[in-house]
């Protein structure tokens, strides 16, 4: 039995990381829809969706060359994956933050005549909601979002200074912010959702906040 080559070896451990990002967001999402008591084809259809949505990102970092590692910090839905190799281009970078959203987006029509077909299917109805919701969520400009990652990139292609480019995309993520707290604040207070959105809304605006210029998270 020959040993396996370093490439083999890259590949193993990127697919481990990735099983790690899955297995991380398989247990955040069901015990998220276990306290707030959905029905399991809610967290199934939910889980399929944040699936595809990252292993959108693995083939777009494949694409671009790039090996994969899965960093050590915990995001409410997962872990986050980076390319982990050669610098990318702009456009290259711009490719991969789209490229989840992107897999959500082709999602949707492919579930909806999957629901035409099976129109009582819960599941499929469930699956087409979760993978637009993500789509648009994940391309909004808040902070560790793929919009924050595509602002940068597209700000970075319109040949803006890196200093400037930093600080457009601070403002544009605090702003962000700020909104997504007030609506996740006025739903909650309204009774139309439970603290997990304002839970989430504060931890963008606490990472936006320390992002800010001359703030201390500099």
């Keep these: 039995m020959t040993a396996p080559t370093a490439g083999e070896r890259r590949q193993d451990g990127a697919w481990r990381r990735f ?7 398989a247990v955040s999402v069901l015990a998220f829809f276990l306290i707030t008591g959905e029905p399991p084809y809610c967290s199934l ?3 399929l969706g944040i699936c595809l949505h ?18 050590g910090r915990l995001f409410p839905l997962g872990l986050t994956l980076s390319p982990s190799g050669r610098l ?5 970078e711009l490719f991969i933050a789209l490229a989840g959203a992107g897999t959500n987006l082709f999602c949707v029509p492919a579930a909806f005549l ?6 009582q299917s819960d ?12 789509a648009l969520f ?6 560790a979002l793929d919009g924050a990652a595509a602002l940068s990139a597209c700000l970075s292609l319109a040949g803006l200074l890196p200093d400037t480019v930093w600080r457009v995309a601070a403002a544009a993520e605090t702003a962000a912010s700020f909104l997504f707290t007030f609506l996740a604040a006025a739903l909650a207070a309204a009774g ?14 606490s990472r936006s906040l320390s992002a800010i210029p001359g703030g201390d998270g500099g």
């Design 114 to 119: 999957l629901l035409r077909a099976r129109p």
């Design 54 to 71: 990252e292993a959108g990102h693995l083939f777009a970092l494949f694409l671009c060359g790039q090996r994969v590692k899965a960093s």
């Design 88 to 92: 990318c281009s702009y456009r290259e």
């Design 45 to 47: 259809s939910l889980l």
């Design 19 to 25: 099983l790690s990002v899955l297995g991380t967001s």
């Design 192 to 205: 139309k959702t439970g603290v997990y959105p304002l839970f989430l809304s504060l931890f963008f605006l």
């Design 123 to 134: 599941f499929l109805f469930c699956f087409l909601l979760f993978s637009l919701g993500l």
């Design 138 to 143: 994940n391309l909004l400009p808040l902070p």
